[in-house]
C-alpha cells in the first residue's frame, strides 16, 4: 500500500456555515474554473433539511461521503448514503433532509452557483459560536438573485406544491408570494 501525503487543509477563508444549520468548505470555487462549476465540502447535522427550493441558473450533484441524506426531487424520493450519488436537473422542485446520524458530502454545481451563495450569506468559520444564528433575510436576498426559488419551509416536499402553482413559477408569472 502507497503512503500518500494528506491534502492541505481548506484555508480559513473557504470556511463557512449557515447558523448551526451547515457548515461548508469551498474545495473549487467558480473562479478557479471560469464559472464552470464549483465543489464544496457540506455537513449537516442530524435531521436537518433544506427548505423546499429550485435552481432556475444551475444544476446540483451531490455525492455522499459520510451518514445519510434522503432527497426529494421532483416525482422521485431517495436515500443516499456513503458513496451514493445523485443529480438535480434545473428547474426541479427539491429538498434534502439528512439522516440522524448528520451527513457529509460533496456538492458539485454546475455553472457555479451554491458556493458563492453560501460565501454571501454565510458566517466565516472561524468567527461562528454555538450562538450564530442563520441570517435568513440575507439568504434570501442572495438566493433570488441567483436565480433560486425557495417554495416552501423544512419539511415540505414536491408533492405538497400544485402543478399549476409550480408551472406559473417558471413560465415567469408568479412568484412564491403570489402563488
Avoid at 502507497?2 to 469551498?26: A, K, Y
Wanted: aromatic share 6%; glycine share 10%.
Amino acid at each position: 500500500m502507497s503512503n500518500f501525503p494528506s491534502p492541505p487543509p481548506v484555508p480559513q477563508d473557504r470556511r463557512f456555515v449557515l447558523g448551526q444549520h451547515l457548515r461548508l468548505s469551498i474545495l473549487t470555487s467558480a473562479e478557479e474554473t471560469d464559472g464552470r462549476h464549483d465543489l464544496s465540502d457540506v455537513v449537516l447535522p442530524g435531521d436537518a433539511g433544506t427548505p423546499l427550493h429550485l435552481h432556475t441558473g444551475y444544476e446540483e450533484r451531490i455525492w455522499v461521503v459520510e451518514g445519510s441524506l434522503t432527497v426529494w426531487a421532483g416525482p422521485d424520493t431517495f436515500t443516499l448514503r456513503s458513496g451514493d450519488f445523485y443529480a438535480i436537473p434545473m428547474n426541479t422542485p427539491h429538498t434534502i433532509k439528512a439522516g440522524p446520524e448528520g451527513a457529509r458530502s460533496l456538492n458539485i454545481t454546475s455553472p457555479a452557483a451554491f458556493a458563492e451563495l453560501i460565501r454571501r450569506s454565510g458566517t466565516p468559520a472561524h468567527l461562528a459560536t454555538s450562538e450564530t444564528e442563520w441570517d435568513m433575510g440575507l439568504f434570501q436576498a442572495v438566493t433570488e438573485e441567483l436565480g433560486d426559488i425557495i417554495l416552501g419551509p423544512p419539511g415540505a416536499t414536491p408533492a405538497d406544491l400544485p402543478p399549476a402553482d409550480l408551472e406559473k413559477l417558471l413560465a415567469g408569472r408568479g412568484s412564491p408570494d403570489n402563488i
